[in-house]
């Protein structure tokens, strides 16, 4: 059974910072991918970014771009998600989610290519 579990959530003011943990446990595949999805209150789950756990690819929604750094650290099995410069449309339950297949520009962004999903870590910006 794999496990993912997010942790770092909280309320922080318009224009703090948050950095967001997910660890991973299970077998370990040397093209396993992950990301951060997110789900504001009566919409539906989008990605915010996406990491290869092989190689340097790198992924970002537009809304993100400056502001969240995605990384890993492979031998801790963890992912992190820096959030810098937050905004009020940033609140969301952020979820971290595994993929087997190599991720792309093509289909990073689609729920469909993650086989494992975290419980979720709710993030609250203020203004």
């Known amino acids: 059974q794999v496990q993912l579990v997010e942790s770092g959530g909280g309320l922080v003011q318009r224009g703090g910072s948050l950095r967001l943990s997910c660890v991973s446990s299970?077998?370990?595949?040397?093209?396993?991918?992950m990301a951060w999805f997110r789900q504001a209150p009566g919409k539906e789950r989008h990605v915010v970014a996406a990491i290869a756990w092989t190689g340097r690819s790198l992924y970002y929604a537009e809304s993100v771009k400056g502001r969240f750094t995605i990384s890993r650290d492979n031998v801790k099995n963890t992912v992190y998600l820096q959030m810098n410069a937050l905004e009020s449309e940033d609140t969301a339950v952020y979820y971290c989610a595994r993929a087997q297949v190599p991720i792309y520009s093509g289909n990073y962004a689609s729920p469909m290519t993650y086989v494992d999903w975290g419980q979720g870590t709710q993030v609250t910006v203020s203004s």
């Open positions: 299970g077998r370990t595949f040397s093209d396993d991918s």
